[in-house]
C-alpha cells in the first residue's frame, strides 16, 4: 500500500478506465494507430486520463500546460 493514500483511489479509478473498460482497450490498440500517449494529470481534486491517439505520422515539439489547467501540445 501507498503511504500517500490523499489520491490513491482517483488514481485507481483513472487507471481502471484504461485497463477495465473494453472500449479503451480496443481504442488503445486499434490497427489505424501510429501514435498512442497516456499519461496522468492531476490537481488536489481530481485524477484524470489524457489519451493522444493518432492515425497520421506526428511530430510533437513541445507540451506545456495552459490558462485552463490543460495542456497544450505543439507539433
Known amino acids: 500500500m501507498p503511504k500517500d493514500k490523499v489520491m490513491m483511489h482517483e488514481n485507481m479509478d483513472a487507471h481502471g478506465l484504461l485497463l477495465e473498460l473494453q472500449s479503451e482497450r480496443e481504442k488503445?490498440?486499434?490497427?489505424?494507430?501510429?501514435h498512442v500517449s497516456l499519461g496522468f494529470a492531476a490537481n488536489e481534486k481530481v485524477v484524470k486520463?489524457?489519451?493522444?491517439?493518432?492515425e497520421r505520422p506526428m511530430v510533437i515539439n513541445q507540451i506545456t500546460s495552459n490558462e485552463e489547467e490543460g495542456v497544450r501540445i505543439n507539433g
Open 28 to 34: 488503445l490498440i486499434a490497427d489505424s494507430l501510429t
Open 49 to 54: 486520463v489524457v489519451e493522444l491517439l493518432s
